[in-house]
T-cell receptor, first 114, second 115 residues
Framework: DTAVSQTPKYLVTQMGNDKSIKCEQN?????MYWYKQDSKKFLKIMFS???????INETVPNRFSPKSPDKAHLNLHINSLELGDSAVYFC?????????????FGPGTRLTVL | AQSVAQPEDQVNVAEGNPLTVKCTYS??????LFWYVQYPNRGLQFLLK??????LVKGSYGFEAEFNKSQTSFHLKKPSALVSDSALYFC?????????????FGTGTRLLVSP
């Protein structure tokens, strides 16, 4: 059973295009995240939602817009894609907002902007 | 603000030898500490965490980590390395005293276990 899934796995697109990445978790978690992992493998949080409410919004360009239609889904829409957006994007989820619960990660979406 | 340092970009060890991957942290309050592993082209997998109590934490695949408050460290260890342990390892910290603060990751350490 897939716990945290992301689609698509690979995304190749031209500069200036708009694209979306979808994430779903079947763990019953109420907090979900988007992370960006760059070519040097640095992992940086972008957004976090709890019960469909945005709670963390790092210094991410407003071309990136997350949307959480329900607790099990967190999608990421990116407008006007730039070369620097090329990275692997990971979705994650956890139970609760505070406390020591660990996060569960999806398999990642490798975005390549040409 | 929270931060994590993983001073080694890469650790090389021969199969069967003990391994240590180093991590030091900085938080204003008390920490929750985590180790994750990332295999090539995969997402991060949780290995173990420190919450409170016993300073030695045991986790998946024979890994353990030792919490040292005075040295603000949380080094990952395994008594006998396997070639299949070769992967990228991330240490992460969350400040337990500031509520739902984000999880901050270190820069990762690549572990290479040679046969």
């Amino acid at each position: 059973d897939t716990a945290v899934s992301q689609t698509p796995k690979y995304l190749v697109t031209q500069m200036g295009n708009d694209k979306s990445i979808k994430c779903e978790q079947n763990l019953g978690h109420d907090t979900m995240y988007w992370y960006k992992q760059d070519s040097k493998k640095f992992l940086k949080i972008m957004f976090s939602y709890n019960n469909k409410e945005l709670i963390i919004n790092e210094t991410v360009p407003n071309r990136f817009s997350p949307k959480s239609p329900d607790k099990a889904h967190l999608n990421l829409h990116i407008n006007s894609l730039e070369l620097g957006d090329s990275a692997v994007y990971f979705c994650a989820s956890r139970k609760g907002l505070a406390g020591p619960n660990e996060q569960f990660f999806g398999p990642g979406t490798r975005l390549t902007v040409l | 603000a929270q931060s994590v340092a993983q001073p080694e970009d890469q650790v090389n060890v021969a199969e069967g030898n003990p391994l240590t991957v180093k991590c030091t942290y900085s938080v204003s309050g008390n920490p929750y500490l985590f180790w994750y592993v990332q295999y090539p082209n995969r997402g991060l997998q949780f290995l173990l965490k420190y919450i409170t109590g016993d300073n030695l934490v045991k986790g998946s695949y024979g890994f353990e980590a030792e919490f040292n408050k005075s040295q603000t460290s949380f080094h990952l260890k395994k008594p006998s390395a396997l070639v299949s342990d070769s992967a990228l390892y991330f240490c992460a910290v969350r400040d337990r005293d500031t509520g739902f603060q984000k999880l901050v990751f270190g820069t990762g350490t690549r572990l290479l276990v040679s046969p």
